[in-house]
C-alpha cells in the first residue's frame, strides 16, 4: 500500500499544490503521429503526408489497425539513403511525391506535412515545403487546396501532443470573425455524434456562434478573434491555446467535460462566459445531467471502492481519475501523466482527491514495480504493457480506447464508465 | 524518397527484435526516440505473448539532443544490465538514433560489462524487417560460437532447425511438426534457434551434423557461414506441401545415403486422397493468384499446382532478397513474378489476373475482400488471426491437411455463392434471402417489419441514429422503439433516444 494513497489521508482541498513524482526514464508512450489516426477520421477531406522512416510507417499501420486497409487518408514519404547522402535533394523528392499523392487524391483540400523524429534530425524545413507548395499550387488554379505543416516526431511529442502541434498548426489560417459579435469555439477533437449533443446544449443554454476545431471540413474552419471564447474540450491542447490567445480569443478555464460533474461544469463556465442566468443553465443541464446520473448507478455497484492505477498515456488520466473518484467511488492508487500543464488542469487538480499520488513523465520499469507494490485492481495502461499485466493477474484497460471513443458529455458519461467496468465484470465472469 | 501507404515489413530493428523476443537470456537495448516502443505491442498484441519484449529503448527526446545521447544510451544499458541480468546483451539504434551517430556498439563495449555484447548494424533507411532478423541472428550466432570447442558427433543423424521467431507465420506449429517429423525419420533434433534459445544453445550449435533452414529469410544466411565455419551442411528445401515434405526428408536421407522411401510410403497427408476425391474436380484449373513472402510464396504455388489443381495466374513476393527465386519459380508457371513491396501494384496486378482465388498476406485478404474473391492468408506479415488457438502448422504432412482446407474452404464458400446465385429467382433462394449457413431463420427481415410498429422516428432522431455505429445500430433502433412502445410514445424523437439509451444502460 502506498503512503500516499488516498485511503490514508483525509479527502480535504484536492491536489492544487499537490506534489508530483517526475520521472525522466523510458517512456513506454505512443509519439504524435498517433493522434493522425483519429484526426483524419475528424478532418474529412484532409490528408496526412509524414514525413519520415519505414518506422514511422509501421507504427501508422500498427496503431491505425483495420482502418489501414480502406484506402487511408494518410501516408508516409519514407526517406532513403539517396535522401541522406544528398544525391537526391530532399525536397524535390518531396515535391515529387505530394503531386504523386495529389494526383492520386484530388479530391484532398487540407494536405499537412507531418515532420517526423528523422525529418528533425535531418533538419528538413517543412514548413518552407508548405509554403513552396501552396505558392505552386496557387500558381495551378488549386486554391482550394492548402499545405500545412507540423511536428508529430517521438522527439517533440508525445502521443496525444500531436494533436495540438496539428491544431496549432491551423489556428494562424482562421478567418477573422464577421462581426464582433462573441462566438464560442470548441476545441479538441470529438466525435460528430458528441458534437451535435454539444450544439444542442449549448443552443438550449442561448449561445448559438458555435464553432469546432477542428471541423468536420476544411471548408469549415471556425473564426477567431479578440472576440472569441474558447472552451477546450481535451485537456492537452497547451500549444494550441497559446495560438488562440495569440489571435486574442480568451479561454473559459473549466473542468473536462468528463463525467456528469465535468459536463455540468464545463457548460456552466461557458454559460457563465456569455452572461447566461445560472439558473437557466441550471435548467437546460438539468434533464440530460439527471439521466446521466441513472446511468451511471450499475456501473457504481462494479467500480466502487476498487483502486486503480494509470500509467502515462494521452494526458486525459487527471480528469479522467477525477471522474472515476469522484462520481463512480474509486480509489487512486497513482495516476501518471506524460505531462502536467498546471494551468490547463488547475481545475481538475481542484477536484482530485487530496493525497492522490501524481506522477509525470515515466520510467516504465520502475513504474512496474510501483504498479505491482500497489496490487490495483484495474490498471489503465498502452496495449505494450496490457497483456503482460494480465498474464500476472491484474485487469487492466488498455488506454488507446479512451481516445477513440466518445467519452464526452452527459450521454456518455456511462460509456465512459463501462470501458472501466467491462474488464472488471469479465474477469469476474470467466471461470478457467 | 518512397510515397508508401502502407508497409509489408517494418524496419530491420523490427526484426531484430524478433529474435530478441523469441530467445531466452538476450536482452536487447535500442537507442531510439520515444515513439518507437509502439514495436511492443505487436509482440503483446498481435501474438498475445504474456510478457513484454526484452528490449530496454532510450526513449530519447528533443531536450536530450542538445545533451549528451550517449551519456544516456550508457545509463540504459547499465540499468538494464542490472535490471534483467541478461547473458547476452544486443545493442543497436533504430532509425532516428542511426542518425544521430552515437555508436552504441562502441559505448556498449566501453561499459566492460561480464556478458558478451553484440553490437548491430542495421541500415534503417536501406534494408528492412527480415534482413535485420537475419543479420541479428547471424552476429548472435557467431558471437555464441565464438569459443566452440568441437566434440565427438553421435553416430545417429544430427541437425539443428534454424529459423523460427516471434511474429512469425505459424512459427509456434511448424517447429512441433518438423521436430516431430525428424525423430520420427530417426534424425535427432540438437537446438532449434532462435525461437526458445538460449545462448548457451546457440554455442551448441556446431554439434549437429547439419542444419535446417526453415525459414531461409531468417536463417540462410547463418547457414551458409555455419557451413563455411564448420562444415555444417544444411537442408534448404522447405518442407511445405506433400511434394515439398518428400523432397525435404529426401534431401536429408540422400546426405546421410539413407532409403527414404518406406518411410515415406508410411507417412503422408489426407491431401493426397482428399484432392484425388471427386469432390475436388471443381478446383481443376481455377485460376489463382499468390502473393506473400518468397518462401511462402514460392511453396504454395506449387501445392496450388501440383498438389490442388489450380492454376498459377500470379506469383509475387515482397522480399527483393529471394526476387531470383520467386522469378524462377514464376517462369514454371509461365507467367512474370511480381516484385514489389506496394500493395497498391498488387491490386492492380490481382485485378488484372481476375483470379478465382487470392492467396496471399492480411493485406490480399483485404483487397480480394475489395473485389469480391475468396481469399486464404499464407504468408506473414502476421494479424492476430495468424496465431490461431489450434494446432496449425503450415510445414509437414499435417500441414499438408491444413493447407488443402486453408487453400480449398474458401473456393467453397466461393461455390456456394455461385449456387445461391444461380438460384437467385428460385422461390426458396430468393435474394432477400439470408446466407444459408444461417438456416431458415435468417431471414425473418420482414417477419420483424411486419410486427406492428406503434411509434414513428422523426426527422432529428432518425438522423442521430445514423450516427450510431452500424453494427449496434439496430440494437439501438430496437431498444428505442420498445421504449417507446413501453412508454406510449408515438413520436420517438431524440430525447426518447436518449431516454431509451439511460434506461437500457441502468
Known amino acids: 500500500m502506498n503512503e500516499l494513497s488516498p485511503l490514508s489521508v483525509p479527502v480535504t482541498?484536492?491536489?492544487?499544490?499537490?506534489?508530483?513524482?517526475?520521472?525522466?526514464?523510458q517512456r513506454e508512450v505512443f509519439c504524435g503521429l498517433t493522434g493522425i489516426v483519429w484526426l483524419h477520421r475528424r478532418i474529412?477531406?484532409?490528408?496526412?503526408?509524414?514525413?519520415?522512416?519505414?518506422?514511422?510507417?509501421?507504427?501508422?499501420?500498427?496503431?491505425?489497425?483495420?482502418?489501414?486497409?480502406?484506402?487511408?487518408?494518410?501516408?508516409?514519404?519514407?526517406?532513403?539513403?539517396?535522401?541522406?547522402?544528398?544525391?537526391?535533394?530532399?525536397?524535390?523528392?518531396?515535391?515529387?511525391?505530394?503531386?504523386?499523392?495529389?494526383?492520386?487524391?484530388?479530391?484532398?483540400?487540407?494536405?499537412?506535412?507531418?515532420?517526423?523524429?528523422?525529418?528533425?534530425?535531418?533538419?528538413?524545413?517543412?514548413?518552407?515545403?508548405?509554403?513552396?507548395?501552396?505558392?505552386?499550387?496557387?500558381?495551378?488554379?488549386?486554391?482550394?487546396?492548402?499545405?500545412?505543416?507540423?511536428?508529430?516526431?517521438?522527439?517533440?511529442?508525445?502521443?496525444?501532443?500531436?494533436?495540438?502541434?496539428?491544431?496549432?498548426?491551423?489556428?494562424?489560417?482562421?478567418?477573422?470573425?464577421?462581426?464582433?459579435?462573441?462566438?464560442?469555439?470548441?476545441?479538441?477533437?470529438?466525435?460528430?455524434?458528441?458534437?451535435?449533443?454539444f450544439l444542442r446544449l449549448f443552443a438550449a443554454l442561448g449561445i448559438d456562434n458555435v464553432g469546432f476545431l477542428p471541423p468536420r471540413r476544411a471548408a469549415e474552419m471556425p473564426s477567431v478573434g479578440p472576440n472569441t471564447k474558447f472552451l477546450l474540450v481535451q485537456p492537452f491542447l497547451a500549444e494550441t491555446t497559446a495560438a488562440l490567445e495569440r489571435r486574442g480569443a480568451v479561454r473559459i478555464a473549466a473542468p473536462f467535460p468528463l463525467g456528469v460533474e465535468g459536463t455540468t461544469a464545463w457548460f456552466t463556465a461557458a454559460a457563465r462566459?456569455?452572461?447566461?442566468?445560472?439558473?437557466?443553465?441550471?435548467?437546460?443541464?438539468?434533464?440530460?445531467?439527471?439521466?446521466?446520473?441513472?446511468?451511471?448507478?450499475?456501473?457504481?455497484?462494479?467500480?466502487?471502492?476498487?483502486?486503480?492505477?494509470?500509467?502515462?498515456?494521452?494526458q486525459l488520466e487527471i480528469p479522467i481519475a477525477r471522474y472515476l473518484s469522484r462520481e463512480l467511488g474509486m480509489w487512486l492508487s497513482e495516476v501518471g501523466t506524460p505531462f502536467l500543464h498546471r494551468?490547463?488542469?488547475?481545475?481538475?487538480?481542484?477536484?482530485?482527491?487530496?493525497?492522490?499520488?501524481?506522477?509525470?513523465?515515466?520510467?516504465?520499469?520502475?513504474?512496474?514495480?510501483?504498479?505491482?507494490?500497489?496490487?490495483?485492481?484495474?490498471?489503465?495502461?498502452?496495449?505494450?504493457?496490457?497483456?503482460?499485466?494480465?498474464?500476472?493477474?491484474?485487469?487492466?484497460?488498455?488506454?488507446?480506447?479512451?481516445?477513440?471513443?466518445?467519452?464526452?458529455?452527459?450521454?456518455?458519461?456511462?460509456?465512459?464508465?463501462?470501458?472501466?467496468?467491462?474488464?472488471?465484470?469479465?474477469?469476474?465472469?470467466?471461470?478457467? | 524518397m518512397q510515397l508508401s501507404f502502407w508497409t509489408y515489413e517494418g524496419p530491420p530493428h523490427i526484426g531484430a527484435m524478433r529474435i530478441a523476443t523469441c530467445m531466452q537470456g538476450v536482452h536487447y537495448v535500442l537507442h531510439a526516440p520515444q515513439g518507437d516502443t509502439y514495436a511492443d505491442l505487436l509482440f503483446t498484441m498481435i501474438e498475445r505473448r504474456d510478457v513484454r519484449p526484452p528490449v530496454t529503448y532510450t526513449t530519447f527526446q528533443a531536450r536530450d539532443l542538445g545533451g549528451d545521447t550517449a551519456t544516456l544510451f550508457k545509463k540504459s544499458v547499465a540499468e538494464a544490465y542490472e535490471r534483467f541480468k541478461p547473458d547476452v546483451l544486443?545493442?543497436?539504434?533504430?532509425?532516428?538514433?542511426?542518425?544521430?551517430?552515437?555508436?552504441?556498439?562502441?559505448?556498449?563495449?566501453?561499459?566492460?560489462?561480464?556478458?558478451?555484447?553484440?553490437?548491430?548494424?542495421?541500415?534503417?533507411?536501406?534494408?528492412?524487417?527480415?534482413?535485420?532478423?537475419?543479420?541479428?541472428?547471424?552476429?548472435?550466432?557467431?558471437?555464441?560460437?565464438?569459443?566452440?570447442?568441437?566434440?565427438?558427433?553421435?553416430?545417429?543423424p544430427s541437425c539443428n532447425i534454424l529459423g523460427p521467431t516471434a511474429l512469425g507465420f505459424r512459427h509456434r506449429d511448424d517447429v512441433v511438426e518438423v521436430k516431430r517429423l525428424l525423430e520420427k525419420f530417426g534424425v535427432s533434433v540438437n537446438v532449434v534457434a532462435p525461437a526458445g534459445a538460449h545462448p548457451s544453445d546457440l554455442a551448441r550449435i556446431p554439434d549437429a551434423h547439419f542444419n535446417i533452414v526453415l525459414y531461409p529469410e531468417v536463417a540462410l544466411t547463418t547457414a551458409i557461414w555455419l557451413e563455411r565455419q564448420f562444415g555444417q551442411k544444411f537442408v534448404n528445401v522447405t518442407p511445405i506441401g506433400v511434394g515439398g515434405t518428400r523432397d525435404f526428408i529426401k534431401a536429408i536421407a540422400e546426405m546421410f545415403q539413407i532409403d527414404a522411401a518406406d518411410f515415406l510410403r508410411a507417412e503422408t497427408s489426407r491431401l493426397v486422397w482428399y484432392s484425388r476425391s471427386i469432390d475436388s474436380t471443381y478446383l481443376t484449373g481455377k485460376p489463382v493468384f499468390i502473393f506473400g513472402d518468397a518462401t511462402h510464396a514460392v511453396c504454395i504455388a506449387r501445392v496450388a499446382a501440383e498438389e490442388l489443381g489450380y492454376q498459377v495466374v500470379g506469383l509475387g513476393t515482397y522480399s527483393r532478397e529471394f526476387a531470383r527465386e520467386v522469378r524462377a519459380a514464376a517462369k514454371l508457371y509461365d507467367i512474370e513474378a511480381l516484385i514489389t513491396d506496394d500493395y497498391l501494384d498488387v491490386e492492380a496486378a490481382i485485378k488484372t489476373a481476375n483470379p478465382a482465388l487470392v492467396l496471399g498476406t492480411q493485406m490480399e485478404r483485404h483487397i480480394a475482400k475489395r473485389l469480391g474473391i475468396p481469399c486464404a492468408v499464407i504468408s506473414a506479415p502476421v494479424h492476430v488471426q495468424d496465431f490461431p488457438a489450434r494446432y496449425s502448422p503450415f510445414m509437414g504432412f499435417e500441414g499438408a491437411n491444413t493447407l488443402f482446407d486453408t487453400l480449398t474452404h474458401p473456393m467453397m464458400m466461393g461455390l456456394e455463392e455461385h449456387l445461391l446465385g444461380m438460384f437467385r429467382e428460385d422461390f426458396e433462394f430468393h435474394g432477400d434471402a439470408g446466407a444459408s449457413h444461417l438456416g431458415h431463420t435468417a431471414s425473418p427481415v420482414q417477419a420483424e417489419d411486419a410486427t406492428p410498429l406503434s411509434a414513428t422516428w422523426d426527422a432529428e432522431a432518425e438522423r442521430e441514429l445514423r450516427k450510431i455505429p452500424f453494427f449496434v445500430r439496430g440494437k439501438a433502433r430496437r431498444n428505442t422503439e420498445a421504449y417507446a412502445t413501453q412508454n406510449k410514445v408515438t413520436l420517438i424523437k431524440l430525447e426518447t433516444l436518449y431516454d431509451a439509451k439511460a434506461y437500457y444502460s441502468q
Open chain 1, 343 to 432: 494551468e490547463l488542469m488547475a481545475e481538475e487538480l481542484e477536484l482530485l482527491p487530496a493525497g492522490t499520488f501524481l506522477s509525470e513523465g515515466q520510467d516504465v520499469d520502475r513504474q512496474l514495480d510501483r504498479c505491482r507494490d500497489n496490487m490495483p485492481d484495474i490498471v489503465v495502461c498502452g496495449m505494450g504493457l496490457a497483456n503482460p499485466l494480465e498474464a500476472e493477474g491484474y485487469t487492466t484497460k488498455w488506454s488507446i480506447e479512451l481516445v477513440f471513443t466518445p467519452v464526452q458529455g452527459f450521454e456518455q458519461a456511462a460509456d465512459l464508465a463501462e470501458l472501466f467496468a467491462r474488464p472488471l465484470r469479465r474477469r469476474a465472469m470467466l471461470k478457467v
Open chain 1, 13 to 25: 482541498a484536492g491536489c492544487s499544490d499537490a506534489p508530483v513524482l517526475r520521472e525522466r526514464g
Open chain 1, 273 to 314: 462566459a456569455f452572461g447566461i442566468s445560472a439558473q437557466h443553465c441550471a435548467n437546460v443541464l438539468e434533464t440530460p445531467a439527471a439521466r446521466a446520473r441513472d446511468s451511471l448507478a450499475r456501473h457504481r455497484v462494479t467500480l466502487a471502492g476498487r483502486k486503480i492505477f494509470f500509467f502515462p498515456d494521452s
Open chain 2, 90 to 156: 544486443l545493442v543497436g539504434a533504430s532509425c532516428t538514433a542511426e542518425l544521430i551517430q552515437d555508436d552504441p556498439g562502441g559505448l556498449a563495449l566501453a561499459l566492460n560489462l561480464p556478458i558478451p555484447v553484440v553490437p548491430l548494424e542495421l541500415p534503417s533507411y536501406q534494408r528492412k524487417e527480415n534482413y535485420g532478423a537475419s543479420e541479428t541472428f547471424y552476429r548472435l550466432v557467431r558471437a555464441c560460437v565464438a569459443d566452440y570447442k568441437p566434440i565427438n558427433k553421435s553416430t545417429q
Open chain 1, 44 to 197: 474529412q477531406d484532409a490528408f496526412f503526408l509524414v514525413v519520415g522512416s519505414r518506422t514511422c510507417a509501421h507504427l501508422l499501420q500498427s496503431a491505425a489497425g483495420v482502418m489501414i486497409f480502406a484506402e487511408p487518408r494518410f501516408a508516409t514519404a519514407i526517406i532513403d539513403e539517396r535522401d541522406l547522402a544528398g544525391l537526391a535533394d530532399a525536397n524535390d523528392e518531396l515535391d515529387q511525391v505530394v503531386s504523386k499523392l495529389i494526383e492520386r487524391r484530388p479530391e484532398i483540400k487540407l494536405l499537412f506535412l507531418v515532420g517526423s523524429c528523422p525529418s528533425e534530425v535531418i533538419k528538413l524545413d517543412l514548413s518552407r515545403a508548405a509554403l513552396r507548395l501552396n505558392q505552386r499550387f496557387a500558381a495551378e488554379n488549386r486554391r482550394d487546396l492548402r499545405v500545412l505543416s507540423y511536428s508529430g516526431s517521438g522527439i517533440e511529442t508525445t502521443f496525444t501532443e500531436g494533436e495540438d502541434a496539428c491544431l496549432a498548426s491551423l489556428v494562424p489560417t482562421l478567418p477573422a470573425p464577421p462581426s464582433t459579435l462573441p462566438n464560442l469555439m470548441v476545441v479538441g477533437t470529438v466525435a460528430e455524434i458528441v458534437e451535435d449533443q
